[in-house]
Each structure stands twice: as C-alpha cells, then as structure tokens.
C-alpha cells in the first residue's frame, strides 16, 4: 500500500524522454529533449523543466507557459501533446521539433531554396502573432530566434509563451528573468514618455524586427546591430525599418505586413509561399484551379527544400486525392515526391495509393498512372504487380479508345521483369497477338512489335523461339511502312535468340522480299540487316565451332552478353533505333504501300513533335474529351504518317517516353463494310507464303483480308480513293474467328492457294459487274439510247 503512494508519478508519463537538443541554453527555462510515444514509438519533443534546480520564479513561468500553450491551437503555435507535473519535474510534450537556430545552421548557405524557405517561415510566424494580437488580444512579449521551432516538415513554430499576457492588462512590458533576453527588449522599456504610445502589437512587431534580422545574420549580438542592412532581402527592408523604428505607433500591425508583402513583388509572393498556401486551402478550391496549380506543381517542385516537399507537400497530395476531388493531375507531382521516401516510407504511403489508383475507371486516370509507370515500377513487389496491378492494366489492351491501348503497349517494357509466366508468356502475347495483326491504328501494330523486341529478353526460352520470327514477319508484311520497318530492326535487335537454321531458311527469305521495298527508309534497314545475318553465316561456315557459341542465348533464360555472338553483333546493336515510332495527329498525308499495289505519294516531311507527353490518339467509339485532351480530330480521312528519322541507328535498349510512337488523331474510322484494299501488301504477302510451326496461325492471325471487289457505281464514284487512303486507319475485320482472316500456310503451296484466291476474286468481280447491270437494264429500261450507252460500257 505504500509503495503505491510513494510511486513517481513520472513513471505513467506516456512518452519516453530521449536525448537532450542544444540551442536553449541560457535563453529559456527549459531543457529540450528528443521523445517517443510509449506503444507507438512516434517521434515527440519533450520540454523539461527541473523543480529541484530552478527557483519559484521559473516554476511559476513555466507552468504559464504549459497553461497557455494548452489553450492556444494555430497552424504555426507549437503543437501540444501532453504534459505531467510531479513534485521533482514538470514535462511538457509537443510535436517534434528543433530550435530554428540549429536548424538554420543546416540550411545552404545562399541559393533560390534557401530565400524561398525563410519567406515562408517568415510568413508562418507573422501570421501566428496577427492571430496573437488581433484574434486573440493576446501580447507574446518573446519573439526571438529561441522562442522559434522547426518541425519536420520543415515548418516554423512560434513557442516561448512564458511571458504571454493579455493586450488590455496595461502597458508595462514584463521582466525578463533571464538575462541573455534582455536584448529583445523593445527601446520604449527603457523611455517611459514612450510607452503611453505602445500598442497591442508593437511589441510583437519589434521581436518580429528582431527575428527577421536574426534569420539573416545569426543571433543578435545587441541591439544596435539591427542597423545592418547589407542581408536583408531588398524587398522586405521598408517593412523590417518600420518594424525596428523607435515609436512603438509607427510600427505596423502583422496583419497588414502580411497584406503589403503578399501583393505583386512583395516578399511573400513566390511560389513557395503561394503553393503551401493553396495547400491548406485545396478543399474550398474550384476543380479547374486545382488542375491547373497541379499542373504547374510538378515544375515548381524542384526548387522547394527538399523537407518540404516530403514532409508538407507530398502529404497534402496523397490526402487531395484520396479525400477530395483533386482528379489525375496531382499524380504527376505526387509520383515525382515520392522519389524522396525511402523504401519502407513508400510502401507504406505511395504503393497503397497507387493500387487503388489502378482500379479506377477514370480514363485520364489510368493513362497518367501508365506515363508515370517508370517513376514508381521499381518500388512494387512482384507480387503485387501481378495479382492487383496487372489484371487491371491488361484491361487496357481490349479499350476502345485509341490511346489507353497505345499506353498500355508501351508500359509493358517496364511491366516484364516484373510479371510472372503466365502474365508475361500467356496473357501479354495474346493480347499482342491481336493488337498487332488486327488493331486498326497502324501506330499500335508498330509498337507492339517494337515492345515485343524489347521484352525478348524475359519470354521463357521455348515461348520466345516459337513467337519472335512469327511475330516479325507477319509484321514485316504490315501495309504501314513503319510497321515493316520495326519488324526488321526487332529481327536484327533480337539475332541472338535465332538459331542459324532458322536464319538462312526463315528469315532471311522473307527479309529479302523487302529489297524491293517501296520506301527506301524500310530496304535501308533490309539489307543492312541482311548484311548482318549473311555474316554471322559466313563467320559459322568458316568456323563451324562458333556454331555453339552464336546460339548460346537461344535456349537460356538470361542472355550472356560475353558471347561470341554478342560480341560480334555489333551491327544489331548499331542497326535498330531505340525510338518507338511517332506519328503526328495535325498533318494529314497519304502513306505507301507494299509492291502489286497502287502508287501512292510518298509521305512529306513532319512538322516539331507535339511537347505534349500524352498521345495524341482518338479512338471512333471515345473523343478525347474524356482524356482532358484539347486537340480535336481534323476531318474524316486523318493518314498514318511516319517520319524517317524515327528509325535512325540507335542503341535499341535505351527508353524514352517522349519518342515512342504517337498515332495520329483520326475522325471516324470506315464503316463496318470497308474493307482494307486487296492491293495493300499485307494481303498479297499472306498469300505467298507463311510459318512453318503453326503458332502464327493460332495466335498471332493473318494480316490478309477477304476483300469485296469495288461496284462499278463505286468505281465511278470513289476512283481513286484507294490511293488516298490511310493505310493505318482501314478497317480490320472483327473476331479471331472472322472467316475473311485466311491463315498462312506452307511456303510449298502459297502459289496453289494465291491462284485460287485470285481466281475467287475475279469471279467475285464479274458476278457483281453482272448484277450491276441488271440493275441498270431494269432503272433505264423505256430508253433505248441509254441501253446502248449500258452496253457499249461493258
């Protein structure tokens, strides 16, 4: 029973004390230590003050000051927490922080980041004494450096409330106990004739004088030292004279220093100080301010102190997401900060955000998260990737808009060395599958066969073998130039994942009939790569014991770059571009096409790519509206355009956002019943030959198409429009079932089955030519001139 009693209180005091923090000695009765909650471990300041070692008068300034501290709240007053009073101590507890003065020391000495960050705590600290003084009819009578906290958010705290007294309990300025503060004293405490003059404020202000001057300089040495003018910001010395003038009246009230500096070119207005005040602002804010001041966040971050950013800004972020209406823009900013956590503060605030942010059906949404994939990729767990992002994301691949399926293609590179067997193997090949054989917009063909090459290197060994060649020459046989283009290059970036075999009796074949390519940009990188293949042959033939060598990457999972083959491929390296293809949406020009078919004219040169980083594609189901997109689609007849300069000899690893493929803006693609035309090459090359594993003919499809032959009305209307067409907005027929999608077949009856299909179509042909014109024999029947006219034209 006893020892109940005789228990120390101090015991049940919930925080830890750690620690002690230099910086205010001799300037208050405090000690500061470093805290932690009991339980959580949280981080807390604890003020102590020692019963047993200080005198009545302390105890007694001390004790006001917890009183007062408890009953003040404001977003710059230190933050109380706790605090237990025993017979041998008193403690007082707060939100971490440190004295401003050691926090200062740590700062750069001079750049932007350092004027912008004393603005702000300036600021924060005039805006805690107008709500002293005017709201609260309350004087500090303590403004210095060591009455000024830091927490770590890098936010100035207004503590040393000790002498805190009320406005209207007489003019007499309290004694200070402590002798090293008797420097703050304002020159009116010493002049009686002036203190019938002192205001609620003046006081305050002089401390504000003194602290602005300390924030420059280091702690004041005396009070003439203020007179020194040479650091104080230009822009804020007519506001610090009359805070340190001599008549208390000229001194101004901290609400109206706050308006004079915050207008036009005053002190507080900088980005800094406008951003942070938005901020605590964001839930009263219009949606359209929010896009916009997000949209500029994301530049404007990287001049702000970095503590800051992570602990101020990045958490109001992630709350104006998750709690408000804050929309896409405020991922880019939010992803940008994230880089600053380290790795266990990122998963736990940034990776539940962004799986949550992939479940949303917000189309703006999910093509911001998939252009900042790369920011945030390396921080997930496989795990993760697979069972709550991927399903979420291969959603995309099957969207009907244009632009979420050219994103989506374009994130796999940085999805796969993520992504399990079946996702990367099974689910991602058979979307590819179809994006690149049956998608109508002949940017994504050509980007699924670049992203295809540059995933090469995690496929399975088996998968990869039976994929790769199929894959590219079907793309090889595309009727978009680009797309022929990136196939050949995907051969030559992935030479070493092909046995010779394969080389001399598949590859070479069908890269051969690209020789006679229409557009010289495409037979360049044939025989280029041609040159390539037929050496690494003749290197073998010389000396067959290479043979094992250059087939070493085939059957292994992870490619040896020390290899024979790698070390002599330095033409594959060199030969392929490291660019997906960009297309532009504001130029409207005809493409050409593969040999048998008609001439078209050559494609001119593009205009400056867009700035935007968002693709500039437009589906005909969903406008781009829906993206916050502001260009619109020009007419119904927009032409896949290309520019040779996209597939210059770059290194293929290299990724860069800004220079993949763009596709161009389209009106409404073709009616159901267009056809792609018959004289496009991909349908002639189908037709000549094919794959001999069968794999191209189960997943991969078949880029010909059964075409109707043209009416004679047709004919007479429309002449030529197959010239003008744009090769990558035709129509494609529909399902993996469609019955005009003929598979390829062996090359030893490719010449039986191209007869026959030739033959079908002229009998097509004549069959509607008859049924034409017994049409026009029954409407201009009663005219015999016109009968005659009829058949002088068949």
Known sequence: MWSFFARDPSKDFPYEIGDPVPGLEGFSVWGLHKGKRKGTGEDVSVFVFDIRNGNETQFDVAKSAVKRLKSLRHPSILTYLDSLESDKVLYLATEYV???????????????????????????????????????????????????????????????????????????????????????????????????????????????????WEAFNGPLPQPVSLKTLEKIPKQLCPVYCELVGSSPASRPNPADVITRCRKAGGYFKNDLVDALLFLEEIQIRERSEKNRFFGGLAVQVDSFPENVCRHKILPQLITAFEYGDAGSAVLTPMFKLGRLLDEAEYQKRIVPCVVKLFCSNDRATRIRLLQQLENFINHLQASTVNDQIFPQIALGFMDTNATIREQTVKSVIQLAPKLNYNNLNVEVLRHFARLQSKDEQGGIRTNTTVCLGKIAQHLHPQIRQKVLISAFIRAMRDPFPPARSAGVLALAATQQYFLLSEVATRILPALCQLTVDPEKSVRDNVFRTVRGFLGKLEKVSEDPSLRESMEADVHTATPSLSN??????????????????????????????????????????????????ISTTTSSVTSMTSLEQEEVSKGNESVSDYDETCWEAENWGDMENNTFLQTPAVGPLMSSDSKRPATESGAGAAAEGGDADGWDNEDWGSLEVGVTAPTAEEGASGQGESSAMALGSAKVSGGWDDAEWEPIEEASGATNRMEEAKKKREERKLQRQKELEARRATRLAGTGSAMKLGSKKV
């Open 98 to 212: 440190e004295p401003l003065e050691t926090h200062l020391t740590q700062l750069s000495k001079d750049g932007n980041q350092r004027d912008l960050y004393l603005s702000w705590g300036i600021f924060q600290i005039t805006r805690a004494l107008s709500f002293l003084n005017n709201d609260g009819n309350l004087r500090h009578n303590n403004v210095c450096l060591s009455s000024v906290f830091v927490n770590a958010g890098g936010e100035w705290r207004l503590g040393g409330l000790e002498y805190v007294a009320g406005a209207l309990e007489g003019t007499g300025l309290p004694i200070k106990i402590l002798p090293s503060l008797e420097k703050y004293d304002p020159p009116e405490k010493a002049d009686s004739s002036k203190q019938r003059f002192i205001t609620k404020c003046s006081t305050d202000m002089w401390g504000l004088g003194c602290l602005i």
């Open 564 to 613: 024979a083959a790698a070390t002599w491929a330095g033409w594959a390296v060199s030969a392929v571009t490291s660019k997906f293809y960009r297309s532009h949406s504001d130029t409207v020009r005809s493409a050409s096409v593969m040999p048998g078919s008609k001439s078209l004219s050559k494609p001119g040169s593009l205009e400056q790519p867009s700035s935007s980083s």
